[in-house]
């Protein structure tokens, strides 16, 4: 069965420092990859995601994420993160031949100290 | 374009009652999933609509879970009678077109705290 793995369950960091947040998926198909966020009050939203390509994809407010077909991996990545990406993270990834369901991890939450 | 609504926001009920969630797709949308998230743990998958079917309902944790799409619009997720280990958060989601191949995003409703005392 399909699961994904994140890594770290509360990320603390000052702001302006790098971030970067794991995620392991396993599934020995072909996969699509997702990273959503949830800030504080609001719902999740997709911050970015991988098809085919590139394995390295850039998504909204400067996150990146890249695809190691393979380590299983699709880690996101940040250089300079700033006080209102306080959210939490969730790492997702759904099988190509798969018309349905999608994976989710168990969130990370990235906290960021002004 | 509205986004998906889900209602209520929050429901405190008791073990062994009924409750009922609701969940309203963005328009045009065929996909409807429910998910659920326990505290701190995984954002699970409970069951798939395309349009009023059932295309996967293979989370769904046991019988006392009711899902239905009437008319392939709206939803609601039935729970009678609720156990405490119901608690969590149940989200919904929807995306565009007939299959998910991946080109098309969840979109997702604030969700509904459901609180099972």
């Known amino acids: 069965a399909q699961s994904v793995s994140q890594h770290n369950h509360h990320v603390i960091l000052s702001e302006a420092a790098s971030l970067e947040l794991g995620c392991n998926y396993s599934?020995?198909?072909?996969?699509?990859l997702f990273w959503y966020v949830q800030y504080p009050g609001q719902h999740l939203q997709l911050l970015l995601k991988?098809?085919?390509?590139?394995?390295l994809v850039k998504g909204i407010k400067g996150f990146e994420a890249e695809f190691i077909k393979s380590k299983f991996s699709f880690n996101l990545r940040k250089p300079s993160v700033q006080w209102s990406d306080t959210a939490e993270y969730f790492c997702?990834?759904?099988?190509?031949?798969?018309?349905?369901?999608?994976?989710f991890g168990s969130g990370t939450r990235l906290s960021i100290r002004p | 374009e509205a986004g998906v609504t889900q209602f209520p926001s929050h429901s405190v009920i008791e073990k062994g009652q009924t409750v009922t969630l609701r969940c309203d797709p963005i328009?045009?949308?065929?996909?409807l999933y429910w998910y659920r998230r326990v505290m701190g743990k995984e954002i699970k998958f409970l069951l798939h609509?395309?349009?009023?079917?059932?295309?996967?309902e293979s989370g769904m944790p046991n019988n006392r879970f009711l899902a239905e799409r009437t008319g392939g619009t709206y939803s609601t997720l039935k729970v009678q009678p609720a156990e405490l280990e119901d608690s969590g958060v149940y989200f919904c989601?929807?995306?565009?077109?007939?299959?998910?191949?991946?080109?098309?995003?969840?979109?997702f409703g604030n969700g509904t705290r459901l609180t099972v005392t």
């Open positions: 609509f395309v349009k009023e079917s059932k295309q996967d």
């Open positions: 997702a990834v759904k099988s190509y031949s798969s018309a349905s369901k999608i994976i």
């Open positions: 599934y020995g198909g072909t996969v699509n």
């Open positions: 991988y098809f085919s390509g590139d394995p």
């Open positions: 989601a929807s995306s565009y077109g007939l299959t998910t191949r991946g080109n098309s995003p969840l979109h």
């Open positions: 328009s045009g949308h065929d996909n």
